[in-house]
């Protein structure tokens, strides 16, 4: 037991991009800085530093109007930084701060305006020219490997390990063909390599880039890297360990020997109903009794009867895709049971409106069906050539890292 709570591990390792980060603790929001500080390129001992945020109501023009910065006019100054800053642009809860001159006049000498973490203005008001320009702090990169042993949901283990909620449904998203989270055990094991920015070193501002992951999920260690295909549109994938696609495809049609005897069409004459109407599937022609098979992993959605539809059956791919299959002389599954592509779901029949055994293939598409013979879905080619040995170098030193997670 005591091992058991040992493996759960978080730690920023050792090649981090800068070695000082070792040591600064991980702060998840902006710090202001002591007034003995300095920040901004200022050093805050040479003023008196006054930090705030905007409040409602408060415009450019009200916070300077109040400041004692001499007979300079507001219109005047929003003039000469109009190219830097567009003081519409100031918001509420948005942080400044007033460096003001220590000496008995206690004049607004500069104002610094801060957008975001990250980004802020100064407007220097010291010379006769107002100057005023836009800077963007340094951003630092680190490391960050997280892994152990599941010990509640997966939100709740990666609540506890620090990992953003952002990063969290990035990860549910890659794994949505491969892996039911909802079903992950206590004792179930995980890795994740991701980097992380640092404003100033120290402030923490979001995942910078998920390098790498596994989970064992069913016996089975789920790899997962991210790669951008050559000659592809430029966007990341994820593959695993042999550079096949984390993504389930749909086999191409739902009986193996078979001929499309009617297309997915929004207008066509009924064959039993004798009239127009739309016809949202594919239509395939075999014997009464050729297995159908379903043609993706999922979990039974619906069976059952209806007078149209003969006996069916649904299944749920994942929260984008379901497939239909009508007309059934026999039903195989059961509601809730989870099916494997290529497993038998029923047998081709005629019941229902059908003038003939046929499997009458439905897709659906966030809830609308579509025309699966029409869909753009992703090829189920694996990666060659140069894709391929670039991509097991990249691996290399990650499935690694994760590998030393995993024997802990
Ligand atoms: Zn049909």
Redesign the pocket.
Known sequence: MKYLAAILIVLTTLFSCDKKSEQTPVVKKIVKPKADNSDFGFNYADFNVVQDTVKKGDTFGTIIQKQNIGDRKVHEIVQSVKDTFDVRVIRPNKAYTMLRSKNKTNKLEVFIYQPDALNYYIFDFRDSAIVAYKKTRPITIRKKTIGGVLKGSLSETLDKSGVDAGLASQITKIYSWTIDFFKLKKGDRFGILFTERYINDSIYNGVHELQGMFFEYKGKINYAFPFVKEGSSGKIEFYDEDGKTLKNFFLKTPIKFSRIS?RFSANRFHPVQKRWKA?K???YAAPTGTPITTTASGVVEQTGYTAGNGNYVKVKHNSTYSTQY?HMSKILVRRGQRVTQGQVIGKVGSTGLATGP?V???FWKNGVQVDALKLNLPTGEPMTGNNKTKYLQNIEPLKRALDSIGNL
């Open positions: 009617s016809h599937g594919t239509d009508l046929h009458c293939y439905r």
